[in-house]
Each structure stands twice: as structure tokens, then as C-alpha cells.
């Protein structure tokens, strides 16, 4: 099986790991018509944005019924972990359609912290020792709290818009946010709380395009989760990516590889997981061995966007080995070059902030590619829609040229309160 020679593809999601993939996509000969749901004033310029909620299934039927959709690519998790996968593959007049993505159970790995868990024991792939605690276990999780050093790691077990993860110095302050999250400060994410241990080290994202049995590595990158320089403040959505990383050498992916990715691959195949989609390994390098801190079941955002430009060969063709179990038959090049991504977010962010403030600058760019974020297009121009609003990414031949470009550009684009890192891939040069 093989997809149409010209095909109609629907993207899922509207930030900028979807506009790096319309971008990529749009590249490909292969393309016919590429619609995005809900897409952003980006995207616009390069498909066809359609007011369509990705986690309404109905109107997502109708939706590639009208328009002959050949191919579904799936951003973010949230359609994923709600079983999109399983609608369209268990629907008579659609199933023909690929989505790229894991089954539902497949999602769990991502939309359950004690399912990802207990997989890894299963599978022996190396983790930080943990337990799962509920409310009717309380007093064994206080006990287990005072069995570890500081520290402590607390998970809630389900979707938390990324916020579920709270890292405490005391036992005292451990135990008072056990009793927040399982009193429903994250609703029924927390129902379930993850323990672990602290595992200290330097952090990458490993990314695998499988189709359930032979599966693909692309770019290492690295991500800069905090708000501030020095990776201070608040966790955001992600200020800024490299790749590669110059840590994850030959040696180190090797092992990557045989622990994890390949276990990992092997694990679901024998569970009997449908997985014909993209796995980050969000990894710990704890003294030159790779530990999983989580599993998500999509692609990064921000390193989609500096992955992308480091991808050479046609992803139309990387989507159809993954769908049709022919990956291994599928030819991936990668650019030696590095690419780095910085992300300019509105003032306030990741707290409170303003939307609507008009950008400017956007119509002449030199030596990056301008992935929006949050951005909406009105009458003609382009305004803030987000926290995260613009994603710049730049190629150079180390990582202080390749940022060095993305500042450059970043310098040209003006909307009030624009505010961004200035020392991302510092610590990797
Ligand atoms: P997550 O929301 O799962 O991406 O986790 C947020 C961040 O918490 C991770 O990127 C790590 O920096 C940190 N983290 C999670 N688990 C651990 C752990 N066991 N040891 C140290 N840091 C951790
Ligand atoms: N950059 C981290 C994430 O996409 O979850």
C-alpha cells in the first residue's frame, strides 16, 4: 500500500511544531491541497486554514470526506490521547485514511505518567525508580516521601497542559502539594501521583518516526523550558531549541538506541500497541547513560522547528513509511548543519498576557525561517494570538552562528512587549 502520487493532507493544530510541519509538508512534490485545523496567520500562507476542532471527530469525518483527504497528521496529543486514531482507523467510510499518530492505547504513554511508568519497568528501560500513590494510599506516600533524598518529584498522572510536574526542595512542601494535586488541583489528572526519584544531569529530546516495527531517528534537540536566562523562573511551553546536541555523540545514541528506543518499539509491538507515529523521548543524561524522564506521543514544540529545517529528504515519504510499514525502505537525510530556534513570547508570559498587538517586520526576512506560534492574521496584517507568539530558526555552521541569525532577525521584528532568551545554546557551546 502506498499513498495517492498527489495527495490532500490535514494537519491537526495551530502552533508553531504545525507550522514547521505545513512548511515541510508544503515543500514536498507530492502535495496536493494541505488544509490546517485551526492553523495560524503562518500556515495561512501556505495551505488553506479551516475553523475545524481537532478533537470534534464528527465534523473531522465530514471534513475529510468533502475535501478527499488522502493523509491526517496529528500535532498535538490532546486528539491523540482522545483516540483519533482509533476513530478514523474504526470508521467504515474513512478508515482508509492514515493518521500519523499512535492508537489510543498507544497514547497512553503520554496521557498516563503511572501507564509510562509501569511500561518502562516491564520493558527494563531505564527510569527514575518511582511509585504511584492515590488518595487511599496517602499514609504509604508520606512514608515513601521520607525514604528519599530531596529533591522530590511529584507527577500527576494525566494531561495537565503541561504543568503537572512539580519539583520540591522539602519533604514538608512535598507532602502539602501530594495533598493539592490529589484534592483536584489539576482535576482528575491528579487522581493518581507519580513519586520518583530526582535524577540529576543534562536533558535532550530524542525523536522516532515508527511504523510499529522498523522506526526512524531524526534531529536530536535540546529545549529551553524556562522563562528566564539561566534557566530561571516559571517552566513555559519551551523558549528555544538546538539541534543537535553536541552530548548526544555516537556513543551516547548508541545507547539510546539499544536501552530505549529500540525495548521501547519492541515493548509496544509486543503488547500489541498500534503505533504508526512519533515518539520523544524526553531524556536525562545522567553521567553519560540515558534515563526517560517521560514519553510524549508527538513531536516537540519548540524542536519541530529547528528539526525540520534540519530535515533534507521529503516528509510526504517519511509519513507514508510510517503509515504502511515501510519505514525501514524510507530514506531519511539529515543537514550537519545546526539549527537553532528562539522563541519571542508577549510580556507576562508564562503568566497573564497581552493579546492582539500588532507585528511588524515579518515582510522581509533574511537568513531565518519565521515559524509563527501564536499569531493571527487580520485585514491584512499580522497580530500577537499567544504566549508563545513567533518561533525564528536559523541554520549556521556551530550553534553561535545558527543563534547569532536567529537574534539577528528577531532584532527586525518589532510587537510590544516582545521579550526572549538571549542565551539559548549557551550552555551547549
Ligand atoms: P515534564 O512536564 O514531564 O516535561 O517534566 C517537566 C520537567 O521536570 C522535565 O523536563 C525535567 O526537567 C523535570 N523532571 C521530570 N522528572 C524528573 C526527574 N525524575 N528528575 C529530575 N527532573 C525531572
Ligand atoms: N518542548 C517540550 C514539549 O513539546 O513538550
Redesign the pocket.
Known amino acids: 500500500m502506498r499513498l495517492p502520487a498527489s495527495l490532500n493532507v490535514l494537519l491537526l493544530g495551530g502552533g508553531g511544531r504545525e507550522h514547521a510541519f505545513a512548511w515541510k509538508i508544503a515543500q514536498s512534490p507530492r502535495l496536493g491541497k494541505l488544509f490546517i485545523a485551526p492553523g495560524n496567520a503562518g500556515t495561512a500562507s501556505l495551505g488553506m486554514n479551516v475553523d475545524l476542532n481537532p478533537t470534534n471527530f464528527g465534523s473531522l469525518k465530514q471534513f475529510i470526506l468533502t475535501n478527499n483527504i488522502n493523509l491526517v497528521v496529528v500535532g498535538p496529543e490532546e486528539p491523540l490521547v482522545k483516540g483519533v486514531w482509533n476513530f478514523v482507523h474504526e470508521d467504515e467510510e474513512i478508515h482508509h485514511v492514515p493518521v500519523i499518530g499512535p492508537s489510543l492505547e498507544g497514547a497512553r504513554l503520554e496521557g498516563s505518567k503511572d501507564f509510562a511508568k509501569t511500561f518502562m519497568v516491564r520493558h527494563n528501560i531505564p527510569t527514575?525508580s518511582y511509585r504511584s500513590f492515590s488518595k487511599a494510599n496517602i499514609e504509604e506516600a508520606y512514608a515513601f516521601i521520607d525514604s528519599l533524598k530531596a529533591p522530590y518529584?511529584l507527577?500527576a498522572d494525566g494531561l495537565a497542559a503541561?504543568k503537572?510536574?512539580v519539583?520540591l526542595d522539602s519533604a514538608e512542601a512535598a507532602k502539602a502539594e501530594l495533598n493539592e494535586m490529589l484534592g483536584g488541583k489539576f482535576g482528575a489528572a491528579g487522581n493518581t501521583v507519580v513519586i520518583?526519584?530526582?535524577?540529576?544531569g543534562i536533558?535532550c529530546s530524542v525523536f522516532v518516526a515508527t511504523d510499529g516495527k522498523n522506526y526512524k531517528v531524526l534531529p536530536v534537540a535540546k529545549d529551553y523550558?524556562r522563562i528566564g536566562e539561566g534557566d530561571t523562573g516559571p517552566?513555559t511551553g519551551g523558549m528555544g531549541a538546538i539541534s543537535p546536541v553536541p552530548f548526544a555523540d555516537t556513543a551516547f545514541m548508541e545507547k539510546v538506541r539499544t536501552t530505549i528506543i529500540e525495548p521501547t518499539i519492541k515493548g509496544l509491538a509486543d503488547e500489541k500497541i498500534t503505533y504508526k507515529g512519533f515518539i520523544f523521548i524526553?531524556l536525562?543524561n545522567v553521567g553519560g547513560n540515558p534515563y526517560v524522564?517521560?514519553y510524549n506521543v508527538r513531536m516537540g514544540d519548540p524542536e519541530t522547528e529547528a528539526v525540520m529545517l534540519r530535515i533534507e529528504s521529503d516528509i510526504i515519504d517519511l509519513f507514508e513509511g510510517m503509515a504502511f510499514g515501510t519505514l525501514d525502505k524510507t530514506e531519511l537525510v539529515v543537514s550537519p548543519k545546526t539549527a537553532a530556534t528562539v522563541v519571542c513570547v508577549a510580556a507576562g508570559y508564562p503568566s497573564a498576557y497581552h493579546k492582539g498587538d500588532e507585528i511588524t517586520g515579518l515582510a522581509d526576512i533574511n537568513g531565518s525561517t519565521v515559524f509563527h506560534a501564536g499569531t493571527v492574521a487580520r485585514g491584512g496584517k499580522v497580530y500577537t494570538n499567544g504566549g508563545r507568539v513567533l518561533a525564528v530558526t536559523s541554520l549556521g555552521e556551530s550553534i553561535e552562528e545558527a543563534v547569532s541569525r536567529s537574534f539577528d532577525t528577531i532584532e527586525n521584528i518589532h510587537y510590544d512587549g516582545k521579550y526572549f532568551r538571549r542565551d539559548i545554546g549557551k550552555d551547549l557551546m
Open positions: 527514575a518529584v507527577k503541561g503537572g510536574v519539583i520518583e526519584e530526582f535524577l540529576s536533558e523550558k517552566n524526553g536525562m524522564i517521560e
